[in-house]
């Protein structure tokens, strides 16, 4: 067996290709399955319901009924605002204060060493647990609720910060440096944009659990949002109905929300580490 | 890079947007404030949809109606922890509480004072129509679900169970947010239910709840909540404390004054301050007439005397502090004097 | 014959003047690790002179600190004793003028390949920089893929971005760590043969480290053979025959025996290894002592 340099390969032999792009089938079927899915979800609510004889679980009419009569107290703008406010200011701060401080605590082992066991220590206690500090500092105002999302939101955002700075391959950064980068423009060109994919799903992981964390948070003195409103038609009596419609709106908006962060991460700069399902 | 190009303007659009709309929508920060209740600083009073304090919703609405100036804001809590945590950080000026929660606090050291009452009676103990408790004596071995350690309502089945020679260890106490009682009865999860109302008149109203007593037979003139303010209030707002104590006096007097007020308190407190159906409060409030007092709200030695002793009993109290530590009956108008609000609802 | 190049020895560069400072001259390296209680010393008083515009290639068995060694004259490691020289001056870390090509992961994911290439040039106009751009993408043969993605990109495809962009920045020298190591053979070929012709228009100076022989004997002007660890340079060994190679000629095949040799390996009973179908590629062969090779 030979290995011949003087040969060249022939001009129409391509030795590689670029990876054909698989074009995602969004088809009709992707619309109208989980619209299937979601009718038998509400008959089958509807039949336990019924089956179980309780007279206090509400059925899906019941929990209709209950959305158009907050329409029209004009409480269904003014709740899901509220909720939205809270939500924004405290997953927003969360955001600016984490990204940071996790990025700092993932490029330098001392400040790592350091601070991450406080940090590791501080995630796992529930927001929950936090309502009489949140008081005692921030009173009966929207600040409480929003430092309690604050709190929930943070936590995420900095560990997956650290994480994607750690991830960072060593090769890439040498190969910057090779090019006589300063620290600055190490910064700006390399770590950013490698860790921004891994940033983002932090930020949207964390924007679920500060949705999650409203109902919790709300449940301080507040006299408005959708976490209330559950809260407050539990101790109104029996508005059972009213307590499982503002599930449902916290679970549609949650569910818009993430839709809404998965637009972001269609941008060049955040797909490309998404692997190869195709352009 | 066209990410943070585009991004981050949406991210300041809907944060500016969302503001703007809560603080139009939610806070009336755009509106005109009717009378003129911003240049005095606020004077808030926390307080729970109970009938105990109904009190201070009707004040504060028969104020608003009359468009009369007034510093007071009532501000509804959902359960006893945070109007307590709220009130402990001094971000109420006052507060309607529990009798014995406010005579612990004062025990653990926190300068409060006890002003005037929330109203006298208004608790009921309630069982499930099947079952085959009769007589007090029957909860011998069984489950009773009471609002908090620190209540009236535990001490009165401590009372009961004193007065028939029960010892506490045969019967169960179980802590739970009044709100939940209704729906513990129902499923039968517990015997029998203690706690201010509306919540067991609820269960009287929805066919599965049956009296056992009413306090007032069992300890007549029984006092379920107070009106505790700071000290530091006392000393520097005398005349909003009188002002703020003078109002719910007359309040109380209008709501005894006749049934139509009552049915006209639970209309208006129902809709806008409580979150309960009106036919609720109204149930409550009229049958029987006097289930619930609002008059003759003074602070009594006497009284809190025997609560105190009952606690230190029950061990709910260890007997630090006296009456006068904890009580300011300086502030309670002759009974006499008092007028009800010169009020109808149009 | 091996011969080592003397320090100080003029030497003609491929431009035909007489130059007498290397490009890159490494003085008796020597790099020890501290693993636990014994120390291990991976290069032994390593010296090599590399001079401008030649094509040097650096072979060995796996293990024996090659990719250390170019790493230390990269100036991403600093060596326990002994000094590295670019061009006189001493090396104290990476710089522009003298890039390093990775085997895997150098090219960045989150740029193009056009934003690639033009990684170094950011102190150029942005017409120059295009400019300088087109022209090495059409050198590497990736007309048309400018906008696309490293991730949609062939493992060549991604060799010759860094390529690319290695030449677009202007470098003096070219540091390659088995760049072709993780390709298939057609691809390994191809690369091959194009890298020379860049190489022979562009006139850069090349250290080339591959653990292959055949590869090292088909690129370089000189290879220089290191042994297993603690390694020193055991030899370096002019290959003076003409581009492209051919892989039949006599002296081709007597240059890789001779590197053979050195290595350690054998004949057995006088056929050259090529006929025992010795296969030349198996580094992890150990020395055949025992047959009477």
Known sequence: MTLISTWSPPPGLSTETSLPSIAPRVSWAAFWLPVAVGLGFLLFWDAAVRFSGSELFPKPLDVGRGLLELGQKGLLFKYIIASLFRVTWGFGLAALVGVPIGLVLGWYPFAHAAFNPLIQAFRPISPIAWIPVAILWFGVSDAAPIFLIFLASVFPIMVSAMAAVQNVQAVQIRAARNFGLSSGELFRKVILPATLPQILTGLRIALGVAWLVVVAAEMIAVNSGLGYLIIDSRNAGKRYDLVVAGMVLIGVIGWLLDLAMRQVERFPSVKWAYGNRGE | MPFFRRVLPAILCWIVAITLLHMWVNLGSFTPKSGSGGSAAPFRVGFIPVTCHLTCPVTHFINDSLQEESNFEPIRFSAWPELKEAFLSEHLEATFILAPMAMALREQGVPLKIVYLGHRDGTTMMVHKDSSIRRIEDLRGKTIAVPNRFSNQRLIVFRAMRERNIPMSQVKLLEMPPPDMPAALQVKAVDAIISGEPFMAQTEMDGYGRILFLTKDVWPDFISCVLAVHEKTIRDRRADVQNLVDGIASSGKWLDQSPKHRMDAAEFTGKNYYHQDPALLSFVLSKPPDRVKYTNLRVLRKDFEEIEALALEAGVLSGKVKFDDYADPSFVPDEASIKPRNWELP | ?293
């Not at chain 3, 043969?141 to 971005?161: H, T």
């Not at chain 3, 470098?171 to 091959?192: C, H, N, Q, S």
């Not at chain 3, 562009?202 to 591959?210: D, G, S």
Request: glycine content about 10%.
């Open chain 3, 1 to 293: 014959m091996a011969t080592a190049v003397n320090k100080g020895d003029p030497v003609k560069s491929r431009g035909g003047e007489i130059v007498s400072v290397p490009a890159v001259s490494v003085r008796d390296v020597s790099l020890t690790f501290a693993q636990g209680a014994n120390p291990v010393q991976v290069l032994e008083k390593v010296s090599i002179d590399v001079w401008p515009g030649e094509f040097v290639c650096i072979v060995g068995p796996s293990g024996c600190g090659k990719t250390t060694l170019l790493n230390i004259i990269g100036g991403f490691q600093k060596p326990s004793q002994g000094e590295v020289f670019a061009k006189g001056s001493p090396v104290l870390g990476p710089d522009p003028r003298r890039i390093f090509i990775f085997q895997e992961g150098g090219v960045f994911p989150w740029l193009s390949v056009a934003e690639n290439v033009g990684f170094g040039l950011s102190g150029r106009v942005p017409a120059e920089r295009a400019q300088i751009v087109k022209h090495y993408i059409d050198m590497v043969g990736l007309n048309g893929f400018e906008k696309a993605y490293p991730r949609s990109l062939s493992g060549g495809m991604r060799q010759r971005v860094e390529i690319a962009r290695a030449l677009a920045a202007g470098p003096e020298v070219i540091y390659m760590d088995e760049p072709f190591g993780a390709l298939d053979f057609f691809t390994r070929m191809k690369m091959r043969n194009d890298l020379i012709k860049i190489w022979q228009k562009e006139q850069k100076t090349i250290l080339f480290v591959t653990h292959d022989i055949e590869e090292a004997l088909q690129l370089a002007d000189r290879v220089a053979v290191m042994g297993r660890r603690p390694s020193r340079m055991q030899s370096i060994v002019t290959v003076d025959l003409p581009r492209p190679r051919d892989l039949n000629a006599a002296q081709y095949l007597a240059k890789r025996d001779e590197i053979l040799e050195i290595l350690g390996f054998h004949h057995s009973h006088g056929q050259s290894l090529r006929e025992t179908g010795f296969h030349p590629h198996l580094a992890h062969q150990r020395r055949n002592d025992a047959s009477g090779g």
